[in-house]
């Protein structure tokens, strides 16, 4: 298990290679984390448990950012900042979306 649900996350994953499934309550769910995908990034900027756990299928290599690295880092490439938020917000609930512009993380980026 790479990260297990309910758990806060304060880095941000990415997957180098390999293959993570993922499961929400013991269930495993179709859609699988392939290499070049970043994943916990909701539970890093909510400052909220995640909502699935990660496992790996085969042999994988994740890469860790540490939550304070990445916003050093979009803090000083404020272009890049904007873009993390755009993505962030897309297609996403309003529910989200005010938790979101709330959190620590939303706060920090306006």
Do not use: W, Y
Not at 15 to 32: A, F, M, T
Not at 42 to 48: E, H
Not at 99 to 109: A, T, V
Request: with cysteine; charged share 25%; net charge positive.
């Amino acid at each position: 298990t790479v990260l297990e649900e309910g758990t806060v996350v304060n880095q941000i994953c990415i997957l180098i290679s390999g293959d993570l499934e993922q499961l929400h309550r013991g269930v495993e769910l179709p859609e699988h984390i392939l290499a070049t995908r970043i994943f916990g990034l909701d539970s890093l900027v909510l400052q909220a448990g995640l909502l699935n756990t990660f496992r790996a299928c085969k042999t994988s290599k994740v890469l860790l950012i540490r939550k304070q690295f990445f916003m050093e880092a979009l803090e000083t490439h404020l272009q890049d900042a904007d873009r993390v938020v755009t993505t962030l917000k897309t297609g996403r609930d309003g529910k989200f979306l005010k938790r979101l512009k709330g959190s620590e993380f939303g706060l920090r980026m306006q």
